[in-house]
């Protein structure tokens, strides 16, 4: 069997969903891993701590390219074996009824759904009794949340040897000659110039009325809602989809669209408590994929854009292949 010391140093720019991914991967190869961050706990600052954690290919296909469901099916086994609590309730997609027509064309172009019926949705989600009609349901989608998962698999890849160095902004240069890889985002703009920022906003709300199992998307020709459900009755409210680099706080129109939008799910959220708002800035390629791009000693792991927690296991795995050799580089 290979040595760690016959692997070589790896150091990893990025306590993110890409960095911690990317970091897992190597060390299960034998890397002796580095793990650099300018803050002061594991995917704590940036887009990662406020994703909604879906892990829904077949949903998320509906509006991207085929990739995404292909290389999406190995997310809730890969979070699974590496430490998360992975929720496989499904998905829930449903709509207004002056909306039908969305909920339609969505299953037109979806695969791995199944049709449920008021009954069938009143057993699945007692809280939405009578809320609707009929809705489609992806059994196959899993859900994580980005707050109990990237600590535990930080703290996971800490027991197995990866270390950790926070509050360091460390350059390439300081790092020689260690292979790099670079997970940092938007931050890595200035050498990727194809990169952009898309800005996200979302709530976080604690309900005492009404109590979800399972992920809900609520279709709308404007701005579609999706809902989360967290432990404690915390419901994740998201998210914005703003061609923006700004990563200041929350504006006042999109948490009154999301909220209002919400109400119109069920009118109890009305009620429900404001624990958190927040906005993340997610990296974003022209085509809406990641990318693996080599330069040097550097491969630069970026572009998750609303993808991070569905696709950073499928292409962790491909870079752990590429630093072995196995594979060609994606450029």
Same mark, same amino acid.
């Given at each position: 069997?290979?040595?760690?010391?016959?692997?070589? &140093?790896? *150091?990893?720019?990025?306590? %993110?969903?890409?960095? $911690?991914? @990317?970091? #897992?991967?190597? +060390?299960?190869?034998?890397?002796?891993?580095?793990?650099?961050?300018?803050?002061?706990?594991?995917?704590?600052?940036?887009?990662?701590?406020?994703?909604?954690?879906?892990?829904?290919?077949?949903?998320?296909?509906?509006?991207?390219?085929?990739?995404?469901?292909?290389?999406?099916?190995?997310?809730?086994?890969?979070?699974?074996?590496?430490?998360?609590?992975?929720?496989?309730?499904?998905?829930?997609?449903?709509?207004?009824?002056?909306?039908?027509?969305?909920?339609? &064309?969505? *299953?037109?172009?979806?695969? %791995?759904?199944?049709? $449920?019926? @008021?009954? #069938?949705?009143? +057993?699945?989600?007692?809280?939405?009794?009578?809320?609707?009609?009929?809705?489609?349901?992806?059994?196959?989608?899993?859900?994580?949340?980005?707050?109990?998962?990237?600590?535990?698999?930080?703290?996971?890849?800490?027991?197995?040897?990866?270390?950790?160095?926070?509050?360091?902004?460390?350059?390439?240069?300081?790092?020689?000659?260690?292979?790099?890889?670079?997970?940092?985002?938007?931050?890595?703009?200035?050498?990727?110039?194809?990169?952009?920022?898309?800005?996200?906003?979302?709530?976080?709300?604690?309900?005492?009325?009404?109590? $979800?199992?399972?992920?809900?998307?609520?279709?709308?020709?404007?701005?579609?809602?999706?809902?989360?459900?967290?432990?404690?009755?915390?419901?994740?409210?998201?998210?914005?989809?703003?061609?923006?680099?700004?990563?200041?706080?929350?504006?006042?129109?999109?948490?009154?669209?999301?909220?209002?939008?919400?109400?119109?799910?069920?009118?109890?959220?009305?009620?429900?408590?404001?624990?958190?708002?927040?906005?993340?800035?997610?990296?974003?390629?022209?085509?809406?994929?990641?990318?693996?791009?080599?330069?040097?000693?550097?491969?630069?792991?970026?572009?998750?854009?609303?993808?991070?927690?569905?696709?950073?296991?499928?292409?962790?795995?491909?870079?752990?292949?590429?630093?072995?050799?196995?594979?060609?580089?994606?450029?």
């Amino acid at each position: 069997m290979t040595s760690l010391n016959d692997r070589g &140093d790896v *150091a990893v720019l990025g306590a %993110g969903v890409a960095g $911690l991914t @990317a970091a #897992a991967a190597l +060390a299960a190869r034998h890397y002796q891993v580095t793990v650099y961050d300018q803050g002061e706990q594991a995917g704590r600052a940036g887009c990662s701590w406020w994703a909604g954690g879906m892990l829904a290919p077949y949903c998320e296909a509906v509006t991207a390219e085929r990739e995404v469901l292909q290389q999406g099916r190995l997310a809730a086994d890969w979070w699974s074996a590496h430490g998360a609590d992975v929720w496989r309730a499904g998905t829930l997609v449903l709509a207004q009824a002056r909306d039908r027509t969305e909920l339609d &064309d969505f *299953a037109r172009r979806s695969e %791995g759904c199944q049709w $449920l019926d @008021a009954e #069938a949705l009143a +057993a699945m989600e007692p809280d939405l009794a009578g809320r609707a009609t009929r809705g489609l349901w992806y059994p196959d989608e899993a859900h994580v949340d980005p707050r109990q998962c990237l600590p535990a698999l930080a703290a996971r890849l800490e027991a197995g040897g990866v270390r950790f160095a926070f509050g360091q902004a460390v350059q390439a240069e300081d790092l020689e000659p260690r292979q790099l890889v670079d997970c940092r985002g938007l931050a890595a703009r200035s050498v990727l110039p194809g990169l952009r920022g898309v800005r996200g906003e979302m709530l976080l709300i604690r309900s005492h009325d009404v109590r $979800l199992h399972r992920p809900i998307r609520l279709l709308h020709p404007r701005m579609p809602l999706y809902l989360i459900p967290r432990r404690d009755g915390l419901i994740m409210l998201g998210a914005t989809t703003v061609e923006s680099d700004h990563a200041g706080p929350v504006t006042l129109r999109s948490a009154m669209e999301l909220l209002g939008l919400a109400m119109t799910l069920h009118p109890a959220l009305g009620e429900a408590e404001i624990v958190e708002l927040g906005a993340g800035v997610r990296p974003a390629f022209s085509d809406h994929l990641p990318k693996l791009i080599r330069r040097g000693r550097t491969t630069f792991f970026n572009g998750l854009y609303r993808h991070g927690y569905l696709l950073s296991p499928w292409y962790a795995e491909r870079l752990a292949d590429q630093m072995e050799g196995t594979e060609g580089l994606v450029a």
